[in-house]
């Protein structure tokens, strides 16, 4: 079946860059995703790549993504202590059930320190 | 933008009882809800995934008498965790989308307690 995986726990220093990667086992997945979850709250929709682009830059945030080799990173400029979170990808295809129906991988907690 | 709310956000139930929690798209009509659980450090499992006016399909493994979800309006779906156990213990989250291709919003998340 499709999996997700991604490392658990990054620490960076305030105003450095972070970057965190996924590697994704489905080759037919069509959206990949990155959300953002804080303590005690829901998820929040970052941002998303579709599979036919490798690479896409909003604001902070870059997305790379290596369909060869399924993988998938989110850059996030200029670190901040409110980017402190746990964040996940995700991925969906048509063939897993549908474009919103989202497999997660277990979410890399960020820890940004002064 | 599209809100999703859950409610209630937290709740504590003895051992038994039965838990119901509400998900409602509050600016938008949702065709399809999904509904998640989330265990302390790992990720969201998809439960089920419901559409408006048919039955929930639940995914493999997981006990669609004990996980009874309603999708009675395009604007609110419920779970109800039935004789709850301590290992319901959990965090669920809902997500809701407009149809197929487009993309789920997810609500905030309720944190349930069994005791």
């Known amino acids: 079946g499709e999996d997700v995986e991604q490392s658990l726990f990054l620490s960076v220093r305030e105003g450095d860059s972070s970057v965190i990667n996924c590697t994704y086992t489905?080759?037919?997945?069509?959206?990949l995703y990155w959300y953002k979850q804080e303590p005690g709250a829901g998820l929040q929709l970052l941002t998303y790549?579709?599979?036919?682009?490798d690479m896409k830059q909003d604001q902070r945030l870059t997305v790379l993504l290596n369909k060869k080799d399924k993988h998938l990173s989110l850059r996030i400029a200029d670190t901040q202590t409110g980017d402190s979170a746990i964040y996940f990808c995700a991925e969906s295809s048509m063939f897993s059930g549908g474009y919103n129906k989202l497999i997660f991988g277990a979410g890399t907690r960020l820890a940004v320190h002064p | 933008g599209a809100v999703v709310s859950q409610h209630p956000s937290w709740v504590i139930c003895k051992s038994g009882t039965s838990v119901k929690i509400e998900c409602r798209s509050l600016d938008f009509q949702a065709t399809t809800m999904f509904w998640y659980r989330q265990f302390p450090k790992q990720s969201l499992m998809l439960m089920a995934t419901s559409n408006e006016g048919s039955k929930a399909t639940y995914e493999q493994g997981v006990e669609k008498d004990k996980f009874l979800i309603n999708h009675a309006s395009l604007t609110l779906s419920t779970l109800t965790v039935t004789s709850a156990h301590p290992e319901d213990s959990s965090f669920y989250i809902c997500s809701a989308s407009r149809g197929i291709g487009t993309e789920a919003f997810f609500g905030q998340g309720t944190r349930l307690t069994v005791v």
């Open positions: 790549i579709f599979s036919n682009m």
């Open positions: 489905d080759s037919s997945s069509t959206y």
